[in-house]
């Protein structure tokens, strides 16, 4: 079967191809990706080539497909895996496989490392390493999108349960973050940060008391606020606050609502040193920092308060992606109707892959998500109304009447628009 896919060829050269699947052996499966939202780290990956960890050295001879954040349907299954899998089931992957035997061995990943398997592509072969750590993961809810946005808000959820915390006396860390405690995200308004606001408002186990959402930007700020408000916050149990930090003093500024007291729990969503300081100054004793934002060039480096670490037992954790239980944990909460739509806001064919994936930074806004069957130029959902045809016409109106946001029923018809035409 012949593929359509974006594949990496080294530092900045991605190519959009179509050539021929091999035959699947008995114990892989052959795919249909319909959905990928694309990701920074696909940007990162394509910007350092081989010098990615999760690149392989020899992309230049055989190039691999990018995309991680994929769902579709399966459409041929090996013998092997013939019991446990059958066309037309719906799924979605977990690339972070920590699997040794791998191209890059510990680091391989789908949409960084295989050349058959990717998300930036119409068909795949899915390998049989892939079953065998159960990163294939069913996906039984409605539309494909939420399935694509999985990956993504299991990192999330990963970095919620590597917080710690401790008891003064004992040598013992608990896991967590502090279930009725107070939570600061830092410049968390962009894709990432919206996922985790998601994820506190709607977990059933444990939550915050106070949580504290940050940025600079008001405009964004103000429609993270109407994403997920104030209101519906408070229904659960949370004390929410949207906060520009653009001001003389931002560290007096968030503790003020804390009593002077500082966070038990504190995410930094942006690689920004200044924001590092500002997250290690509002810890409260015992208060964890995690940095969740990957830099982008490894010499990183921020001041941290060694004083607190010894006298406030203040600690930090780092975390890159989420596991599989994370995965399966974010698609349980989407199949009880968390919808991660406000991720998004723009839409594209494959044919946008390229251009988007190279200039990601620089393209406002959230999610960009693919539908890897269209051909369609990326473009913003609040710029649907503008484009001036049939298409963009409807699928306005159906984003219109769900708050502006994507939504299942945009996507079903503009996968049967494309189909029937």
Same mark, same amino acid.
């Given at each position: 079967?012949?593929?359509?896919?974006?594949?990496?060829?080294?530092?900045?050269?991605?190519?959009?191809?179509?050539?021929?699947?091999?035959?699947?052996?008995?114990?892989?499966?052959?795919?249909?990706?319909?959905?990928?939202?694309?990701?920074?780290?696909?940007?990162?990956?394509?910007?350092?080539?081989?010098?990615?960890?999760?690149? /392989?050295?020899?992309?230049?001879?055989?190039?691999?497909?990018?995309?991680?954040?994929?769902?579709?349907?399966?459409?041929?299954?090996?013998?092997?895996?013939?019991?446990?899998?059958?066309?037309?089931?719906?799924?979605?992957?977990?690339?972070?496989?920590?699997?040794?035997?791998?191209?890059?061995?510990?680091?391989?990943?789908?949409?960084?490392?295989?050349?058959?398997?990717?998300?930036?592509?119409?068909? %795949?072969?899915?390998?049989?390493?892939?079953?065998?750590?159960?990163?294939?993961?069913?996906?039984?809810?409605?539309?494909?999108?939420?399935?694509?946005?999985?990956?993504?808000?299991?990192?999330?959820?990963?970095?919620?349960?590597?917080?710690?915390?401790?008891?003064?006396?004992?040598?013992?860390?608990?896991?967590?973050?502090?279930?009725?405690?107070?939570?600061?995200?830092?410049?968390?308004?962009?894709?990432?940060?919206?996922?985790?606001?998601?994820?506190? =408002?709607?977990? !059933?186990?444990?939550?915050?008391?106070?949580?504290?959402?940050?940025?600079?930007?008001?405009?964004?700020?103000?429609?993270?606020?109407?994403?997920?408000?104030?209101? *519906?916050?408070?229904?659960?149990?949370?004390?929410?606050?949207?906060?520009?930090?653009? %001001? !003389?003093?931002?560290? !007096?500024?968030?503790?003020?609502?804390?009593?002077?007291?500082?966070?038990?729990? %504190?995410?930094?969503?942006? /690689?920004?040193?200044?924001?590092?300081?500002?997250? $290690?100054?509002?810890?409260?004793?015992?208060?964890?920092?995690?940095?969740?934002?990957?830099?982008?060039?490894?010499?990183?480096?921020?001041?941290?308060?060694?004083?607190?670490?010894?006298?406030?037992?203040?600690?930090?954790?780092?975390?890159?992606?989420?596991?599989?239980? $994370?995965?399966?944990?974010?698609?349980?909460?989407?199949?009880?109707?968390? $919808?991660?739509?406000?991720?998004?806001?723009?839409?594209?064919?494959?044919?946008?892959?390229?251009?988007?994936?190279?200039?990601?930074?620089? @393209?406002?806004?959230?999610?960009?998500?693919?539908?890897?069957? @269209?051909?369609? /130029?990326?473009?913003?959902?609040?710029? *649907?109304?503008?484009?001036?045809?049939?298409?963009?016409?409807?699928?306005?109106?159906?984003?219109?009447?769900?708050?502006?946001?994507?939504?299942?029923?945009?996507?079903?018809?503009? =996968?049967?628009?494309?189909?029937?035409?």
């Amino acid at each position: 079967m012949k593929t359509k896919a974006v594949r990496l060829y080294g530092k900045d050269d991605l190519r959009l191809e179509e050539f021929e699947l091999p035959q699947i052996k008995d114990n892989e499966i052959l795919a249909k990706v319909v959905s990928d939202s694309i990701c920074m780290s696909s940007y990162k990956a394509t910007h350092q080539g081989t010098d990615h960890k999760r690149v /392989p050295n020899d992309v230049a001879q055989n190039p691999v497909i990018i995309g991680h954040e994929f769902a579709g349907e399966i459409v041929q299954v090996g013998a092997k895996w013939a019991s446990a899998f059958k066309p037309g089931d719906k799924f979605s992957i977990q690339p972070a496989m920590n699997y040794p035997g791998g191209p890059v061995g510990i680091y391989s990943a789908p949409g960084y490392s295989y050349q058959y398997i990717g998300g930036d592509a119409t068909y %795949v072969i899915i390998p049989n390493e892939v079953m065998e750590l159960g990163c294939l993961l069913p996906f039984k809810g409605e539309g494909f999108y939420p399935a694509s946005l999985s990956e993504p808000l299991s990192c999330v959820i990963g970095a919620m349960h590597a917080n710690y915390h401790g008891t003064p006396g004992k040598y013992v860390h608990t896991m967590e973050i502090k279930d009725g405690g107070k939570m600061a995200l830092l410049a968390s308004v962009g894709p990432m940060g919206l996922a985790a606001i998601n994820y506190v =408002l709607h977990r !059933e186990d444990r939550k915050p008391k106070l949580l504290v959402v940050t940025d600079i930007n008001q405009e964004r700020l103000d429609r993270a606020a109407s994403l997920y408000t104030v209101e *519906f916050a408070a229904s659960r149990g949370i004390e929410l606050h949207y906060v520009n930090t653009g %001001v !003389e003093n931002p560290v !007096e500024l968030l503790k003020s609502f804390t009593e002077g007291e500082g966070y038990d729990d %504190v995410f930094c969503f942006a /690689p920004v040193a200044p924001v590092v300081e500002q997250a $290690d100054d509002i810890l409260a004793f015992d208060g964890c920092l995690n940095f969740f934002a990957g830099p982008s060039k490894a010499p990183f480096k921020a001041p941290f308060n060694f004083y607190n670490v010894h006298y406030n037992n203040t600690h930090v954790v780092g975390t890159s992606g989420g596991n599989t239980d $994370d995965m399966k944990e974010a698609l349980h909460y989407m199949g009880k109707g968390m $919808d991660p739509a406000g991720l998004v806001t723009h839409i594209g064919g494959l044919n946008a892959v390229i251009d988007t994936t190279i200039n990601l930074p620089s @393209i406002p806004g959230g999610k960009k998500l693919i539908y890897t069957h @269209i051909e369609m /130029p990326l473009t913003a959902i609040a710029d *649907f109304g503008k484009q001036g045809t049939p298409l963009f016409d409807e699928l306005d109106r159906l984003c219109k009447a769900h708050n502006g946001l994507w939504n299942v029923e945009a996507e079903t018809y503009l =996968l049967n628009y494309y189909e029937k035409n």
